[in-house]
């Protein structure tokens, strides 16, 4: 309850969220790194690709919350894109896709 009343927790206690969300995808990309071949090459690429696109639409997202004079809540949606994006990196790996 106190995280919603102060933001810095809530903002402190999501980014060890996305912590220990992206350390489980980084152990199921090792997984798959180690087992090689084609799917292992794919999901290296696609790691890439999807960081730097992740950069890209936290920029875009910083940049929406400041022209819209919201720019407080900025660090906060960047930060649940981030998790969004590592969650549902989490539910694809963990399937065996």
Do not use: C, F
């Amino acid at each position: 309850m106190a995280a919603y009343r102060n933001p810095w927790l809530s903002l402190s206690l999501d980014a060890v969220r996305l912590g220990v969300e992206a350390q489980s995808v980084i152990g199921l990309r090792m997984v798959k790194a180690a087992w090689g071949g084609p799917a292992a090459q794919d999901e290296a690429y696609l790691m890439v690709a999807e960081k730097a696109q992740a950069a890209v639409d936290a920029q875009l997202v910083m940049t929406k919350s400041v022209l819209a004079g919201q720019g407080h809540l900025g660090p906060a949606r960047a930060m649940a894109l981030y998790r969004r994006r590592v969650q549902a990196n989490q539910r694809r790996l963990s399937k065996g896709s």
